[in-house]
């Protein structure tokens, strides 16, 4: 077998290359930017915790290091290519935000890792020119499984809900994703969990081992650290890479630790001959030499006066392009290797288990439009085809869209009229087809919307969500916003309630409105906004939240503008399921900084709700008008004379003109033109007549006085408080 000698370092780098870089700006040490990684920590912790295995794995890994050696020295070849496949499946393990990282995010990262295992990386060609002779190449592909534990077709990604996002060592993330997708056995698939903060770290597993086993022996990444894009970065790219080489049993470069810096400069700490002896980096001094004056190599792979390997993938310095071949035989020595089954992962019967042998046969149709299936009349929609696997080529269908079909792999639909409409995806690979239709998918909401005054009282509508008014999301899938008919203010029985009652995760559930159109409003006018809720908590200590939030932009962005929590929502306590029974229990919000910016044609509103354990929340009698509307419109004063007081909470007065043998008929309606009692029926005196009604039942809102003859109607505004 050839041996290389790695020669003391010129003073220079490649061109385009820092020499130096501290990466003040990618400090990923403290509790908002992780370790790089914590695998000896979590290590010495499972030892700590189990003296047994640390004697037994003690034993295997002397074992394994003669075996290493003897694979090194007469076997190792780095020109050959065996080409070890390794079945991988990824689990997003997440709260429903950014953590929920895409499926091209998962493609990068196992993208960027092939690459760093094939030497096809971009920036290899970076590695300064004593370590470019001896990059290693660990001849291993990463491929996604296709087929799950059962043979299933699958993805090769899962996804879980999950409180459990952060991870130190115990089984509740794990417990999360068997719960819902099963086992997936350690000597079958490489398991990559991805979560919010595995133990602090930016990623970490543990060696090959007998004890540590089943999937808390994968290989455990914060989600901003996979791959290149998405939450991540390109500074990140290597950390995958660096995760999978401790798993197949690869130590740091400057030794059995997780601090560089406080590795000593004899031997091979690594137990990798040729990486040089180092205290480990946490800044790119690619010329950095910190063991110059310390033994020599006793089998010549590098003189006592050799540069540290500073780029190595297995370094903390955030410049990485390179593991070495000594590295590379050393993982291909654990490829081979019994302990913990990874000889069983690239074998042709596993491979053909878990589909990795091919590209996987056509056995789902599926598609999304990335979040986005409420948009306003005359914008577009990006759709995306997620079928897998092998689509040769698709028929989508977009009924009320433009194009109404399309054959492109991504493509951008426009919807032009208000409706709810149907897309379906015909998938081929060639021999065989598949369909995903989804009904009533894409919510197109009218551009302009509804004309002020806008009123709801949840009277008219027969359930929440219908993607006509009212829109919601629920961030755990547990129930949200929902129609009521069992309670409502000002002695109405319906409302919108939250059935909130016992949940505990701190999620958040949201009810969306349909667009109201503002953009007649003048810029000097002041928007009335109002609603009415009724709230009790479960226990003292809860600290629930009601948020109301605006857009201006049918919802595409929002922006706060009232926020009520804890003891502002009510002090009350009901240990059991709260529904209100007064009017009393009911309490009356204003929301006074809807400014003009937001007068457009497409302005939209909602109410976010953060639970805390606490109780079942209501919401009635909205109301949204231009603070003009409380004057009098008519187009003949001489008909009416005034309606006063206006506003008003009680008694208020009504004065008419009235002329001799006409019929007039004077109704009371609500804001969306829905009698509601009738004042007067019958011919008026002529002269001034007056009539007198009770407001104090109403609901706050927005009203409409009716005086209607058989020439015309006229309208009055009347605004109760």
């Not at 309490?587 to 509103?605: A, K, L, P, Q």
């Not at 008026?684 to 020439?711: C, H, M, P, R």
Request: hydrophobic fraction near 30%.
């Amino acid at each position: 077998m050839k041996k290389f000698t790695v020669l003391a370092a010129v003073a220079m780098t490649t061109a385009g290359f820092a020499q130096t870089h501290n990466h003040v700006d990618d400090d990923h040490f403290g509790p908002a930017n992780p370790k790089m990684c914590v695998q000896h920590e979590m290590q010495a912790k499972f030892y700590q915790e189990n003296p047994a295995a640390q004697v037994a794995d003690e034993a295997d890994q002397a074992a394994f290091q003669q075996e290493y050696e003897h694979y090194w020295q007469n076997e190792f070849d780095p020109n050959a290519r065996s080409s070890y496949t390794i079945p991988v499946v990824v689990h997003i393990v997440h709260l429903g935000g950014v953590d929920n990282i895409s499926n091209e995010q998962v493609y990068d990262a196992i993208a960027t890792l092939n690459e760093d295992f094939a030497m096809t990386n971009s920036d290899l060609g970076n590695t300064v020119a004593p370590f470019d002779a001896i990059t290693g190449h660990a001849d291993m592909e990463f491929v996604l499984a296709t087929k799950d534990p059962s043979g299933n077709c699958h993805l090769g990604i899962t996804r879980t809900y999950s409180v459990h996002t952060n991870h130190d060592g115990d089984n509740d993330i794990i417990d999360a994703i068997q719960a819902q997708h099963g086992n997936w056995p350690a000597n079958k698939y490489m398991n990559i969990i991805v979560c919010q903060d595995p133990n602090g770290a930016a990623g970490y597993t543990y060696n090959p081992s007998g004890w540590i086993g089943g999937m808390t022996a994968g290989i455990f990444m914060r989600h901003d650290y996979m791959g290149t894009i998405g939450t991540s970065a390109p500074f990140a790219r290597h950390t995958l890479s660096h995760e999978v080489g401790h798993w197949f049993n690869l130590s740091h470069v400057w030794g059995g630790n997780n601090n560089p810096g406080a590795g000593n400069c004899s031997g091979s700490q690594d137990q990798v001959d040729d990486t040089p002896p180092t205290v480990g980096w946490q800044a790119c001094d690619v010329n950095g030499n910190t063991c110059s004056n310390d033994v020599a190599s006793s089998n010549g792979y590098w003189s006592s006066d050799v540069i540290d390997n500073v780029q190595n993938i297995m370094e903390y310095s955030y410049c990485s392009t390179m593991f070495t071949n000594g590295q590379a035989a050393r993982m291909q020595t654990a490829a081979n290797s019994s302990t913990a089954g990874r000889n069983n992962l690239w074998t042709a019967s596993n491979l053909a288990a878990t589909g990795t042998d091919g590209p996987g046969q056509l056995c789902n149709a599926d598609f999304s439009s990335d979040g986005v299936t409420t948009i306003c009349a005359g914008e577009s929609v990006s759709f995306y085809d997620e079928s897998f696997h092998t689509v040769t080529s698709r028929n989508w269908t977009f009924t009320g869209g433009t194009p109404a079909s399309s054959t492109a792999q991504d493509p951008v639909i426009t919807y032009n009229t208000p409706g709810i409409y149907t897309v379906a995806l015909n998938v081929s690979d060639g021999s065989s087809s598949l369909t995903e239709t989804k009904t009533n998918y894409i919510v197109v909401l009218g551009d302009p919307g509804s004309a002020p005054p806008y009123s709801e009282g949840f009277e008219s509508i027969s359930a929440i969500p219908n993607n006509v008014n009212w829109m919601v999301w629920d961030e755990n899938n547990s129930g949200t916003w929902e129609l009521t008919t069992t309670a409502g203010s000002q002695g109405s029985s319906n409302s919108t309630k939250l059935d909130n009652y016992g949940n505990t995760d701190g999620t958040v559930d949201e009810i969306l409105s349909e667009t109201i159109d503002l953009g007649n409003v003048s810029a000097s006018d002041n928007i009335v906004f109002n609603f009415d809720f009724a709230y009790k908590k479960r226990s003292s200590g809860n600290n629930e939240k009601l948020q109301f939030y605006i857009s201006k932009d049918c919802g595409e962005t929002w922006v706060l503008r009232k926020q009520i929590q804890g003891s502002g929502l009510g002090d009350e306590v009901q240990t059991s399921p709260y529904t209100p029974s007064s009017d009393e229990e009911w309490t009356s919000i204003d929301v006074t900084n809807i400014n003009s910016e937001y007068f457009v044609s497409n302005f939209r509103f909602k109410f976010v709700f953060t639970n805390d354990g606490g109780n079942n929340i209501y919401i009635d009698n909205i109301n949204l008008y231009p603070g003009s509307m409380t004057a009098i419109e008519s187009t003949d004063a001489d008909k009416i004379l005034a309606v006063y007081p206006n506003p008003t909470n009680g008694l208020t007065q009504l004065s008419i003109q009235g002329e001799t043998g006409v019929d007039y008929e004077i109704s009371l309606n609500s804001a969306l033109g829905q009698q509601l009692d009738q004042i007067f029926q019958g011919q008026l005196s002529e002269g001034t007549n007056q009539f007198e009604f009770d407001t104090e039942k109403l609901a706050k809102g927005v009203y409409l006085i009716s005086i209607k003859t058989e020439d015309s109607i006229e309208t009055i505004k009347l605004i109760k408080e």
